[in-house]
């Protein structure tokens, strides 16, 4: 089954600063990647996501990159805010009704 | 927001006893899911369903049981509660296969 990464486990910023979180997947026929910003009490909500037909996407200060052949993506988070502070998963696609698996998430600490 | 709602939202119960948790959603989706959320593991599929009583399970479903008798309700049940159960719970729906899953606030569950 797909098996889905991140890494680093906690990443600490300097605010306006950017990060950058990559996960790793094992499974070639995933298409979907999203990913997720939970705060602290609440539910994990969707920030952006990419299919495998792209490379690179983004939204304002949030972009996802993806490689294919090296089966990674990652996520950009730029000028980074006290309220990007928060856990971030990231997910891929395990069967073609986006089913996901989840990565064991990254906290980011953005330091004012 | 997809008009989720899960209950209770916090609930403390004693081993060897049935919980049920309730996902309701507003937004007639089609798809359904039921995660548990534990520090260092990220979210695991428990359960997931793709239509009225279209059920299947995930990769955590041992001492788990779902229902989905109309489409706005997913009920997951733990038959006799164990401590190892003690979990944050989260539902999310999507409507159709390329759509963005949206998830619930959470039940927190506590077996004592």
């Known amino acids: 089954g797909e098996n889905v990464e991140q890494h680093p486990s906690t990443l600490s910023v300097q605010e306006g600063d950017s990060a950058v979180i990559k996960c790793t997947y094992s499974?070639?026929?995933?298409?979907?990647f999203p990913w997720y910003k939970q705060e602290l009490g609440k539910g994990p909500q969707l920030i952006i996501d990419?299919?495998?037909?792209?490379g690179e996407k983004k939204d304002q200060r949030i972009a996802v990159t993806l490689n294919k052949t090296a089966k990674h993506f990652s996520l950009h988070i730029t000028e980074t805010q006290p309220e990007d502070s928060a856990v971030y998963f990231c997910?891929?696609?395990?069967?073609?009704?986006?089913?996901?698996?989840f990565g064991k998430g990254n906290q980011v600490v953005v330091i004012p | 927001d997809a008009g989720i709602t899960q209950s209770p939202r916090h609930k403390v119960t004693e081993t060897g006893t049935p919980v049920t948790l309730r996902c309701h959603q507003t937004?007639?989706?089609?798809?359904m899911y039921w995660y548990r959320q534990d520090p260092g593991h990220g979210l695991r599929l428990i359960h997931y369903?793709?239509?009225?009583?279209?059920?299947d399970k995930g990769e955590v479903s041992d001492g788990y049981s779902v229902s989905r008798s109309k489409t706005e309700d997913f009920l997951l049940t733990l038959e006799s509660a164990t401590s190892s159960q003690t979990s944050v719970y989260f539902c999310?729906?999507?409507?159709?296969?390329?759509?963005?899953?949206?998830f619930g606030q959470g039940t927190r569950l506590t077996v004592v």
């Open positions: 997910a891929a696609s395990i069967d073609g009704n986006n089913r996901l698996a």
């Open positions: 499974d070639s026929a995933s298409n979907y």
């Open positions: 990419i299919r495998s037909n792209v």
């Open positions: 937004e007639n989706h089609r798809y």
């Open positions: 369903s793709y239509g009225v009583k279209d059920t």
């Open positions: 999310a729906t999507h409507d159709s296969p390329r759509t963005e899953a949206f």
